[in-house]
Antibody, heavy 115, light 113 residues
């Protein structure tokens, strides 16, 4: 059974840091590119970051570039998102996902940045 | 970046009637090597994550009722609900996953008339 399970969300003050994790099972994680997508309350879906299957290439939305870092540990089948210098407008549900052919998403984890 | 534009922004349809949502991409999302359009449709209800309905523009995800269908190729796509049911109320998004950055339409809110 395919599962992507995000964790690490919570409430953090503006300027703080948080690390999200996404534990993957049921599909070939180590050969799959991975993404983070977020959704602010009442808003649409926004792509955040991408990492290649081997971790040797990544890209970011302009809104998070220089503050967020995507990484992966293929030995642990886990994807990460290190979020630094958090802003109030980073408040959102964060989803990990893969879009190799059949899109697969996790259930999301909520990040709330207080002012 | 590929811009995805949905129409209409909101839609009210009577129960049992057909609902149609359109999605236009600013660039072609058809991958010529496998002849597949990297276009997906999602349904989202309040408090829930997006639910995949259609991928590769016209392939229905397992478990999705056959009243949902996707069509189109290249830059123009359509999601059709053949006979609207009460549980179909929600927001619908199209998404291209042809290249990074992945981009989404702005969403279409579907309500019962």
């Amino acid at each position: 059974q395919v599962q992507l399970v995000e964790s690490g969300g919570g409430v953090v003050e503006r300027g703080g840091s948080l690390r999200l994790s996404c534990a993957v099972s049921g599909f070939p994680f180590r050969s799959s590119a991975m993404h983070w997508v977020r959704q602010a309350p009442g808003k649409g879906l926004e792509w955040v970051a991408f990492i290649r299957y081997d971790g040797n290439n990544d890209s970011y939305a302009d809104s998070v570039k220089g503050r967020f870092i995507i990484s992966r540990d293929n030995s642990k089948n886990t994807l990460y998102l290190q979020m630094n210098s958090l802003r109030v407008d980073d408040t959102a549900f964060y989803y990990c996902a893969t879009f190799g052919g059949l899109p697969i998403w996790g259930q999301g984890t909520m990040v709330s940045v207080s002012s | 970046d590929i811009v995805m534009t949905q129409s209409p922004d909101s839609l009210a349809v009577s129960l049992g009637e057909r609902a149609t949502i359109n999605c236009k991409s600013s660039q072609d999302v058809l991958y010529s090597s496998n002849n597949k359009n990297y276009l997906a449709w999602y349904q989202q209800k309040p408090g829930q994550p997006p639910k995949l309905l259609i991928y590769w523009a016209s392939s229905r995800e397992s478990g999705v009722p056959d009243r949902f269908s996707g069509s189109g190729s290249g830059t123009d796509f359509t999601l059709t609900i053949s006979s609207l049911q009460a549980e179909d109320v929600g927001v619908y998004y199209c998404q291209q996953y042809y290249n990074t950055p992945i981009t989404f339409g702005q969403g279409t809110r579907l309500e019962i008339k």
